[in-house]
């Protein structure tokens, strides 16, 4: 029996890139229905390539970025600068319950399918407008990728070491504010499950991150300091970074929290005499003495492998953990034991490797059904079964250029 949490809920999805896409992503994990609106006058930019990793495909068929950030999914092509066009989409709100969109704000209206448009052929939709920087206030027309979501969202300025520039962490913006999107659209179908009403969720960006940095805008708020830049370091705990293993670039990041904790990292080293130094006797004397006993304990680690160290300390009790890079995500016992990756069959590209949904559902478990779909594959679908139109007036908009 089918059991997706959000089987029955349609979404009409016009985003691009990766914010919008990771959002409507989740929801599809979660049984939803996506049927992504796009256009060959206005081909997905991550189907061309990505930012992030450099890819260029000649293929618009062949990107993994794509069909990692749009499993799942539905794919219909409509040219939104005609007006048919523009009807058919409204004839698809009218058949969905949300909708998606992450271009500038204003770019919706002027094509006519701002909310106050949808809402005359769906009363109850819910839509999404996610942009850099919301639709009020003096940026909301400023253009806006994940750089400078993390900019201005106080992140980047956050992120690196001290002395050193500001890290915006590129892409990773995207999820966390496609994360934050999805959030709010359950919110929103619980309130609409309860009242009958739908609404207007104007997302931006940056808040989205400001968000996720709460207590360091807090410090401010109360002490009237402002947090910089301090590498791995933490403002309590000593150790609390990344320390050098044998191997080529291979690292472990180990993190003491309490006194308990050191005197197990001790024995797990064999007490060597320098734990015993009173510079490292309390939680307080460590986090003082910090780059010191960094140094030491690199001085250790360097001696192992970085499974060897987290092995060792795990046993003791002590958080610690190799630094994984994907090759190594992909192959540990325990990511495979979990789950994590998985297989899907796409068309072009064939086997493909992608990540799992994050959520062990016990009743409703999340899943991935088929890969990204190609351009416009489903046009004859939701067309002629959604709409009802026949194959003649379908051929007759395709060769009009309409869908398209």
Same mark, same amino acid.
């Given at each position: 029996?089918?059991?997706?949490?959000?089987?029955? *809920?349609?979404?009409?999805?016009?985003?691009?890139?990766?914010?919008?896409?990771? %959002?409507? =992503?989740?929801?599809?994990?979660?049984?939803?229905?996506?049927?992504?609106?796009?256009?060959?006058?206005?081909?997905?930019?991550?189907?061309?390539?990505?930012?992030?990793?450099?890819? $260029?495909?000649?293929?618009?068929?062949?990107?993994?970025?794509?069909?990692?950030?749009?499993?799942?999914?539905?794919?219909? !092509?409509?040219?939104?600068?005609?007006?048919?066009?523009?009807?058919?989409?409204?004839?698809?709100?009218?058949?969905?319950?949300? /909708?998606?969109?992450?271009?500038?704000?204003?770019?919706?209206?002027?094509?006519?399918?701002?909310?106050?448009?949808?809402?005359?052929?769906?009363?109850?939709?819910?839509? &999404?407008?996610?942009?850099?920087?919301?639709?009020?206030?003096?940026?909301?027309?400023?253009?806006?990728?994940?750089?400078?979501?993390?900019?201005?969202?106080?992140?980047?300025?956050?992120?690196?070491?001290?002395?050193?520039?500001?890290?915006?962490?590129?892409?990773?913006?995207?999820?966390?504010?496609?994360?934050?999107?999805?959030?709010?659209?359950?919110?929103?179908?619980?309130?609409?499950?309860?009242?009958?009403?739908?609404?207007?969720?104007? #997302?931006?960006?940056?808040?989205?991150?400001?968000?996720?940095?709460?207590?360091?805008?807090?410090?401010?708020?109360?002490?009237? +300091?402002?947090?910089?830049?301090?590498?791995?370091?933490?403002? /309590?705990?000593?150790?609390?970074?990344? @320390?050098?293993?044998?191997?080529?670039?291979?690292?472990?990041?180990?993190?003491?929290?309490?006194?308990?904790?050191?005197?197990?990292?001790?024995?797990?080293?064999?007490?060597?005499?320098? !734990?015993? $130094?009173?510079?490292?006797?309390?939680? @307080?004397?460590?986090?003082?003495?910090?780059?010191? &006993?960094?140094?030491? =304990?690199?001085?250790?680690? *360097?001696? @192992?492998?970085? @499974?060897?160290?987290?092995? #060792? &300390?795990?046993?003791?009790?002590?958080?610690?953990?190799?630094?994984?890079?994907?090759?190594?995500?992909?192959?540990?016992?325990?990511?495979?034991? +979990?789950?994590?990756?998985?297989? /899907?069959?796409?068309?072009?590209?064939?086997?493909?490797?992608? *990540?799992?949904?994050?959520?062990?559902?016990?009743?409703?478990?999340?899943?991935?059904?088929?890969?990204?779909? =190609?351009?416009?594959?489903?046009?004859?679908?939701?067309?002629?079964?959604?709409?009802?139109?026949?194959?003649?007036?379908?051929?007759? &908009?395709? %060769?009009?250029?309409? *869908?398209?």
């Amino acid at each position: 029996m089918n059991k997706d949490a959000l089987k029955g *809920i349609r979404v009409a999805d016009f985003s691009w890139v990766w914010a919008g896409p990771y %959002a409507t =992503l989740l929801l599809s994990f979660l049984g939803a229905e996506v049927i992504k609106i796009e256009s060959r006058k206005r081909i997905d930019q991550t189907r061309q390539g990505s930012i992030t990793m450099g890819e $260029d495909f000649e293929d618009i068929n062949a990107s993994s970025a794509f069909n990692n950030a749009n499993l799942n999914k539905k794919s219909i !092509t409509l040219d939104l600068k005609n007006p048919q066009g523009v009807e058919l989409a409204k004839r698809i709100v009218a058949e969905s319950d949300v /909708v998606v969109e992450n271009m500038r704000p204003g770019v919706m209206d002027k094509l006519g399918l701002g909310y106050p448009e949808l809402v005359k052929v769906k009363p109850d939709i819910i839509m &999404l407008s996610s942009s850099g920087f919301g639709s009020a206030g003096p940026y909301g027309h400023y253009a806006g990728y994940a750089p400078i979501f993390a900019a201005f969202g106080g992140l980047a300025y956050l992120t690196g070491y001290e002395g050193g520039e500001p890290n915006t962490m590129s892409g990773v913006m995207d999820l966390r504010v496609g994360t934050v999107s999805a959030f709010a659209l359950l919110t929103a179908l619980i309130h609409r499950q309860k009242t009958g009403e739908g609404q207007h969720i104007d #997302l931006s960006s940056s808040e989205s991150v400001s968000a996720l940095i709460g207590s360091e805008l807090m410090e401010y708020t109360m002490n009237k +300091r402002s947090p910089g830049r301090c590498g791995n370091q933490d403002s /309590v705990m000593a150790p609390h970074n990344c @320390y050098r293993c044998q191997g080529d670039d291979k690292w472990v990041s180990i993190a003491v929290a309490t006194d308990e904790e050191w005197q197990a990292l001790c024995q797990a080293m064999g007490n060597p005499e320098w !734990t015993k $130094d009173e510079a490292f006797a309390d939680v @307080y004397s460590r986090w003082q003495n910090r780059a010191r &006993l960094d140094k030491f =304990l690199a001085g250790w680690t *360097i001696n @192992y492998t970085d @499974y060897e160290v987290m092995t #060792l &300390l795990q046993s003791a009790g002590v958080a610690a953990m190799p630094s994984f890079c994907a090759e190594e995500i992909l192959s540990d016992p325990h990511a495979q034991a +979990r789950g994590e990756i998985t297989t /899907v069959e796409h068309p072009v590209m064939g086997k493909k490797t992608v *990540i799992s949904p994050p959520w062990k559902l016990s009743e409703t478990p999340a899943r991935i059904r088929k890969a990204s779909p =190609l351009l416009g594959e489903d046009n004859e679908e939701v067309f002629a079964s959604l709409l009802g139109m026949s194959k003649e007036e379908m051929e007759k &908009l395709a %060769a009009e250029k309409i *869908i398209y």
